[in-house]
């Protein structure tokens, strides 16, 4: 247990380690400590950002939302009036049509009508003729009296 | 074993010798008793002492320049986080204590701390076992814990001197530094006294750091070489108990070391009047 020279080949050794550890261990461990502290904190910083932004998302959407409902409401009571508006339309168009085809129907019963009495008139001179030919068959010629009758038929 | 070895006090006192190599009568050789290690002088060297704390510090130096090669900014691995938790330990350390700005101290920090955590850690190495192996191997002499050598503490706390020293004259000047000698706390007139104190406060320094460290790891390693002298059946009674609370002063003694260090050159980086 001497001091001796071991003492200045301590020291010189201790200088070595020293300079080594300065130059080849502390600054790139520390700089790598640095770099992940840098990104943890850039992470953190991330998510509270991707929070936010999902938040005001969800403010986004709740709003879109409720615009398109306003806006299918609006359409639904747009909808109805035209709707109630076509079957005003195709209410007026049937009563009009209704119209035209009883009014075509009126003249042609009257055509039906004024045919018959037509008819009738024709048929009814006829018998009367018949009638009147019997009754006066003894005493009138036929030949005679046609200008007669007939005259009579288109008085009828 | 050699003959000594056969009592206490030759176990003792052989525990307690380096295996010092160095020049005698003209040709180089080691060391086999305390006496011809005396002899030798100066200019011997303590080999175990050497040879243990250069192995010690490449370790250090090896594992942590591993993960310093392959320091990713990703997730770490179990050496990377294992270095990575010393690091910032040591980091927060230096940044408790140490107000100014500096690329040196903290590496320097974290080399003292480890490297002597190292050197200290291997007293927690069962008494005999290194010293029966190289003693196989033709080694009379070999003490394992570079910490209760004082050529070691000493060699340390020397290059932290200079280290204050160098800081002292860079940050305040030569003249500063002499003025913070000499000047106070008596002012000028008070010279010669405040010479004496200022030069006692600058002295003690590498003095504390070197004999605080070696006191307590060579009583620590007095202590385990006594409980050796109990019949081996008794040993772990007392063994354990001192080697748990040793793992305390194995740590604790580094860390000293390094605070202390850390806040001489805070004090030498500081101008105070």
Redesign the interface.
């Given at each position: 247990?001497?001091?001796?020279?071991?003492?200045?080949?301590?020291?010189i050794?201790?200088?070595m380690?020293?300079w080594?550890?300065?130059k080849?261990?502390?600054?790139?461990?520390?700089?790598?400590?640095d770099?992940?502290k840098k990104?943890i904190a850039d992470g953190l910083a991330a998510g509270e950002r991707g929070k936010h932004d999902l938040e005001l998302a969800a403010k986004r959407s709740a709003e879109v939302l409720r615009e398109a409902k306003e806006k299918a409401a609006e359409i639904i009571s747009q909808g109805d009036k035209r709707a109630s508006e076509i079957v005003e339309e195709a209410k007026a168009k049937a009563e009009v049509e209704a119209g035209n085809i009883r009014a075509r129907a009126n003249s042609e019963i009257e055509q039906e009508v004024f045919r018959a009495r037509e008819q009738l008139r024709t048929q009814v001179s006829a018998i009367a003729l018949a009638g009147a030919g019997k009754i006066l068959s003894r005493e009138i010629d036929a030949k005679a009296h046609n200008e007669l009758l007939e005259k009579l038929v288109a008085e009828i | 074993m050699s003959s000594e070895a056969l009592t206490s006090t030759g176990y003792i006192r052989h525990h307690?010798?380096?295996l010092?190599c160095?020049l005698q009568d003209g040709h180089f050789h080691c060391a086999h008793s305390?006496d011809e290690?005396?002899a030798?002088?100066?200019?011997?060297?303590?080999v175990d002492?050497?040879g243990v704390?250069?192995l010690l510090?490449l370790v250090?130096?090896y594992f942590?320049?591993r993960?310093?090669?392959s320091?990713?900014?990703?997730v770490p691995g179990g050496l990377q986080n294992f270095?990575?938790w010393v690091?910032?330990f040591i980091?927060s350390s230096v940044r408790g204590s140490f107000t100014g700005r500096s690329?040196?101290v903290?590496?320097?920090a974290?080399?003292i701390f480890v490297?002597i955590f190292l050197m200290n850690l291997m007293d927690l190495i069962p008494i005999d076992y290194i010293p029966f192996v190289t003693e196989q191997m033709g080694l009379s002499h070999f003490k394992v814990v570079?910490s209760t050598?004082?050529?070691?503490t000493?060699?340390?706390a020397?290059?932290v001197f200079f280290l204050v020293i160098f800081y002292s004259i860079k940050i305040k000047g030569l003249g500063g530094f002499v003025g913070e000698l000499t000047l106070q706390p008596f002012g000028k007139f008070g010279l010669p006294v405040n010479l004496f104190l200022e030069g006692v406060n600058l002295i003690a320094k590498p003095v504390s750091l070197a004999l605080r460290l070696f006191g307590n790891m060579y009583a620590g390693e007095m202590i385990f070489i006594l409980i050796a002298l109990l019949p081996f059946y008794l040993q772990w009674t007392l063994s354990l108990p001192w080697a748990i609370f040793h793992i305390l002063i194995v740590t604790l003694q580094a860390f000293i070391f390094m605070t202390l260090t850390i806040v001489y050159l805070d004090m030498a980086h500081q101008e105070h009047h």
């Open positions: 247990m001497n001091i001796n020279a071991t003492l200045l080949g301590q020291t050794m201790f200088a380690f020293v080594f550890c300065m080849f261990v502390w600054p790139p461990i520390i700089a790598a400590l770099a992940r990104l | 307690l010798q380096n010092t160095g305390a290690a005396k030798m002088g100066f200019w011997a060297l303590n002492t050497l704390s250069l510090g250090f130096l942590f320049s993960v310093a090669k320091a990713a900014q990703g270095v990575e690091i910032e980091d690329a040196l903290a590496p320097l974290l080399t490297w570079p050598d004082p050529n070691a000493i060699g340390m020397i290059g």
